[in-house]
Each structure stands twice: as structure tokens, then as C-alpha cells.
């Protein structure tokens, strides 16, 4: 750390004492000492400067004309009325008339001493080196009967005009004081711009712009945060009038002559919006200005969403999309093409299915192909965690929410899919209380954490999952009705494998391919395929993975009996496997019905005008 300190003495005496007093400094090369020069002083004190020196040190005049021109520290080499007594007494051995020129910055009470100095004095005072020269000039007949007591600029005119002179040289003490205390300066100076620097560090680190304005309403501080987001640069700004530069910052004036502090309030600049904080700046009681800081909102969201998204990557992406899905069965091509309309609407959908049926991979799928794509998906089974746990889960918690939660909280899973979408599988299973709460996120698209007393805003596309229609947890009295329709503005039913035959083969193969590396040894027999054909599938494609890994173990299909039907004739012909109610049978000839209607070319709609039934109807029986 650079501490140098220059010095112009006076004469070689003073320069002498101070290398006595400070040898080891002067050595170092922290203690620059110079010889004052007549009429170059400036010059001199440039050139110390220019050498790094961090203050300098100097006399009366010197240090006026110093002061004025040099952008460190000057520090006066202060004369006390020891040393002034000390220059009386070296001029009273001329036996002349003395003649004081002591500058106007220098206190001594003549008349206070007048009495114990056994000589007349005449004292002139001065400020500039001008009014030395015009001091001389009055005495100047009468020169070879006057000595002149002076300090570097009046002795050196002195000399000029031949007068005999007297340094008013400082004492030991004085030198050793003085530099002791421009030591101290330029530590102080280095401390203070060391804190100045941390403070400007943090302050352009910071992703809030801060302002700070003076009593006048003038800028003292501007961070770079506020110079990117208001355009301007800071040469621009600083020390100007607040409302001149930026007269649409005019509020945070309004708070210094209101003197009422402003938290979180919105304002709008041009093509931003902001968040603002403005506190008065209080100095032992007085109002010395206030401190402004504030956020474009628009970028914070994108950060928040992106520190959401980093805190909790794993899980929270949707890796299947609808070239994953493996179908070839119209049943299932209709699904898919309604699903992938379904993806690019972003109002909240039920997806209904039979366990197994992939309602997870089709709602992927749908956050795949919406605008929420490179978003978040964050998937919860609401059945597989207790009440309690699942509130935490969904909505976080604070610290010391509860026994047991965690430092610091935790961010719930609706804040994790915050911008993208979350995917509430077998939604029927959850609690009225945890109902009515879901409902109010639907409704305000904002939540609280537990344990917290302030709503976080949210922009989160609900997609949820059912077993069974809800209609019915409706009537029982076990799902409510307003967040049924909250959630049921769009619905998709996805059906079970038994209803998709045309799939069954293409699934068992393509899963063959994908479970074993010695699939092109394995062989399915007719008998074998047909046998998948026939079987009820209650576990549908999870079920079909599970008996495809058998296959591959023992080159054998091992199915429940009491789950195959022999052909879709069986019925007609009087073979009723033990699984078929009366339910199932009105179901199938339903269904025979309808794909004789439709074979013989009537539409949709004329099938649903024949039988007396909706559209709606008619879609549900194709698909129960």
C-alpha cells in the first residue's frame, strides 16, 4: 500500500531536522523531502504528485497556492508561538528594528507577549505574494536598519530586496507533529477509500438500481444498475437536480418533503414498471437526504422463475412427448390428436384413465407441445402422501413453521412450476381442506406458504388425473363442485388397453426391443399373440412392460385365466367369462351397435340422432 508523503521545506536546516526525525522513512522512500524553490513552488508540488505521494506538507502561503491547485492533501506545517518566539530572539542579536511579515493563516497575539520581548516589532500581515512585495516597498529607504522574521515566500522576496532575514523555522516538536498527523491523513484517506470502494462494489453488484439524493434534491449517489436501466451515465447525473435529469422520479422528492417513507410501491417509467423503496437518510436527528432503490419488475420475475428452476432441476422436466406414445389403434390416434389440441390451449385439464394407461406420459406430452415448454413440469402422485405432507409439499413452509421444518423453509412445488405446469395425478384422492386450498390458487393464482403471512404470485397450468370421473365424488359429496369445474374446463379420457387392441402387438414388440438386447432370438407364435389379444389387460401398459420382462426371462406368457376372453364373439355365442357383469355386457353391445352403425357410413352425429343420445353420450360409450 502506497503511503509516501512529500514535504517542501523551507531551507536546508528544516529539511535537516526532519530526515533526523524520520530517518528511517526518508530512507524508504515514504518520506519525499524538497527544498522550497522561489516562485516554483506549484511546479514543485506537481512533480510530487506526479511521484505517488498521497499528501504534502508545506508552509503559510505555500500551502494556500498549494491547496488550490493539487488534487491530494495539503497539510500545513503549522508555526506555534514557540517557534515565532524563537525567530524574535535570532533577530534581536542584529540590533536592527524587525519587521514581522507573518501570513494572515498564522495566530500570535503580539500585545499578549509585547511586554516580555524587550524589542519593538512591527507586524505586517499579508495573503498574497503581491502584498509581500507592497509590505517591503514602505520600508525599503531605511533596509540596512530592519531585519525581516518571515516564512519561505516572505523571506525569499526579502532577499530579493536585500533586507537581512530570519527563517521562521518550525520546531522538532512542531515538524514531528505535523507529520505524524499527514500520516494519519493518508491512512484515514486509504481507509475511507477502501470502504468507498466495497460500498461501490456492492452497490453496482447489487441487482436493485439505488439513487441517492442530497436535501437539496441533488444526486450524490448512481448505481450502474440505475445507469442501465434509466439510460444514463453518470457524469450525466451526479450533482445535478434529480427532478431536471429524471423528471419522472419526481416521487422520491415528494418522500423528502413529505418526509413519509415509501416500501414496495409499483410506479411506472416509460416502458418500465418498477418496485420501489425510498428511506429518509437521518444524521443525528437531521434529514440529510434519501436513498431510493428499486427493481424492474419484469426481469425479476425471470430471475425468480430461473432461481426456481435451479434450486430443484431433477424431476422438474417432462421428457415424453407424443412421438414416444406407440399407437396404431384409431381409438387411440383419436385421443392423441385431441391431446395435442388440448396442448396448445393453456386452460387447466382432467385427464382420465385407468391406472397404467400413461395419463403421466400424455400430460408430459401436453406440456411439451404447449408455450410452457421450456418450463418447468413438476409431477405429484396426491395419493401416495399423507394430507399434512402433501400440503408442505405442494405450498412450502417458512422456518419454524412447524416441529421439524426446515432452516431456512422450503419452497412448496406450485413455486417450483412456477411459469411452467403441474401435474396432480389421482387429484380425487386429496382432503376438502386441501381442496379448498387448491381452489384458491385456481382462483387468485397466487399461495401462501405455511407459516407465512404473505402471498407469493404464481403463473402455473394445472394439469390433474383421475381414475374415475369426479362427477361421482360430486354426488357422494367427497370432491367439491367449484374446483371440479376450476379444473375440468378441458377433459381427455385415455383408454384402457383392452379398448385399444390394435395397440397390443406393436406396445409388446416395440417393448421388446427396448427391454432385451437379444430381442431378434425371440419369437411370438400366433397362439402367443392372440392369447395378448383376448386378455383383459386390468393393468393395462404397466401391466404389459411387467409381462414383456417376463417373456424375455422365460420365452412364456403367464396370464390370469379368469382375465381372457376367447373372441369377441363369445358373448353371441353364450361363453361368459367370469369377470363379464350384466354392465359390461350392455357395454358391449353398445359398442356393437355403434360400429355397425358407423360401418355402414352414418356420422356421429346421425348415430347419436338414431339412438336418442348426445354427441357427448355417444363419446363416452365409445370410450368406457
Not at 132 to 142: D, S, T, V
Request: with cysteine; aromatic share 8%.
Amino acid at each position: 500500500m502506497n503511503k509516501k508523503i512529500g514535504i517542501l521545506a523551507l531551507n536546508k536546516e528544516l529539511k535537516n531536522d526532519i530526515i533526523e526525525l524520520f530517518e528511517n522513512d526518508v530512507k524508504e522512500g515514504n518520506i519525499i523531502i524538497e527544498v522550497l524553490e522561489p516562485n516554483k513552488w506549484i511546479d514543485q508540488g506537481l512533480r510530487l504528485e506526479k511521484k505517488g505521494v498521497k499528501a504534502i506538507i508545506t508552509r503559510s502561503g505555500v500551502f494556500r497556492d498549494l491547496k488550490a491547485v493539487l488534487k491530494v492533501p495539503v497539510v500545513r506545517l503549522k508555526v506555534n508561538t514557540l517557534d515565532i518566539l524563537n525567530a524574535i530572539r535570532k533577530a534581536s542579536k542584529y540590533s536592527k528594528d524587525i519587521l514581522f511579515l507573518l501570513w494572515n493563516g498564522i495566530y500570535f497575539n503580539y500585545d499578549e507577549w509585547k511586554s516580555f520581548l524587550n524589542v519593538d516589532i512591527n507586524i505586517e500581515r499579508f495573503d498574497e505574494t503581491d502584498g509581500i512585495e507592497l509590505i517591503l516597498k514602505k520600508y525599503f529607504n531605511r533596509k540596512e536598519n530592519i531585519v525581516v522574521i518571515g516564512g519561505g515566500m516572505g523571506v525569499s522576496v526579502a532577499k530579493q530586496y536585500d533586507f537581512d532575514t530570519v527563517f521562521l523555522n518550525a520546531t522538532k516538536e512542531s515538524i514531528y507533529e505535523t507529520v505524524t498527523y499527514a500520516k494519519e491523513t493518508v491512512e484515514n484517506l486509504y481507509k475511507e477509500k477502501y470502504k468507498n470502494e466495497v460500498l461501490r462494489t456492492i452497490l453496482d453488484g447489487v441487482h436493485d438500481a439505488v439513487i441517492a439524493v442530497d436535501y437539496n434534491g441533488k444526486i450524490e449517489l448512481y448505481n450502474e444498475r440505475a445507469k442501465e436501466l434509466l439510460k444514463k451515465d453518470t457524469s450525466e447525473v451526479i450533482e445535478r437536480n434529480l427532478v431536471d435529469v429524471f423528471p419522472q422520479l419526481e416521487f422520491i422528492v415528494q418522500v423528502l418533503e413529505d418526509k413519509v417513507e415509501m416500501f414496495n410501491e409499483i410506479k411506472f417509467l416509460r416502458d418500465l414498471i418498477i418496485a420501489v423503496n425510498v428511506s429518509i437518510m437521518n444524521v443525528d436527528g437531521q434529514i440529510e437526504g434519501v436513498l431510493c432503490s428499486f427493481q424492474d419488475i419484469t426481469k425479476l420475475e425471470k430471475l425468480e422463475k430461473k432461481i426456481r428452476y435451479e434450486l430443484n432441476k431433477k424431476g422438474l422436466y417432462a421428457k415424453y412427448k407424443f412421438e414416444d406414445i406407440i399407437h396404431v389403434d384409431p381409438i387411440m390416434k383419436e385421443t392423441i390428436n385431441k391431446a395435442k389440441i388440448i396442448g396448445k390451449n393453456d386452460s387447466t385439464v382432467i385427464i382420465y384413465g385407468e391406472s397404467g394407461t400413461g395419463k403421466e406420459m400424455i400430460a408430459q406430452s401436453i406440456h411439451n407441445i404447449s408455450m410452457r415448454n421450456d418450463s418447468p413440469f413438476v409431477a405429484v402422485n396426491c395419493a401416495a402422501i399423507s394430507e399434512t405432507l402433501l400440503e408442505s409439499e405442494l405450498f412450502g413452509y417458512e422456518e419454524g413453521a412447524f416441529t421439524g421444518a426446515r432452516k431456512g423453509g422450503k419452497l412448496g412445488l406450485f413455486e417450483l412450476a412456477h411459469g411452467g405446469t403441474i401435474f396432480l395425478d389421482e387429484i380425487n384422492s386429496i382432503s376438502l381442506n386441501l381442496q379448498a386450498k387448491l381452489l384458491r390458487v385456481l382462483e387468485e393464482k397466487e399461495i401462501m406458504r405455511i407459516g407465512s403471512d404473505y402471498v407469493i404470485p404464481l403463473d402455473v397450468r394445472i394439469i390433474s388425473a383421475a381414475n374415475e370421473k369426479l362427477k361421482r365424488e360430486i354426488e357422494n359429496g367427497s370432491f367439491r363442485s367449484d374446483l371440479f369445474y376450476r379444473l375440468n374446463i378441458l377433459e381427455l379420457s385415455i383408454p384402457a388397453l383392452r379398448k385399444r387392441k390394435g395397440d397390443i402387438i406393436p406396445l409388446f414388440e416395440y417393448l421388446l426391443t427396448e427391454l432385451s438386447d437379444e430381442y431378434e432370438k425371440i419369437s411370438i407364435d400366433e397362439r402367443t399373440k392372440q392369447k395378448l389379444l383376448n386378455y383383459h389387460w386390468p393393468g393395462n401398459v404397466r401391466e404389459l412392460r411387467n409381462i414383456v420382462q417376463q417373456y424375455i426371462l422365460f420365452n412364456r406368457v403367464d396370464l390370469d385365466e379368469t382375465q381372457i376372453v376367447n373372441s369377441d364373439d363369445d358373448i353371441e355365442e353364450g361363453v361368459i367369462s367370469k369377470y363379464i357383469d350384466l354392465k359390461q355386457i350392455n357395454n358391449h353391445f353398445e359398442k356393437k351397435i355403434i360400429s355397425m352403425l358407423l360401418q355402414q357410413g352414418l356420422s356421429k352425429t346421425d348415430i347419436a340422432k338414431t339412438l336418442g343420445i348426445s354427441r357427448a353420450s355417444l363419446w363416452n360409450k365409445m370410450n368406457s
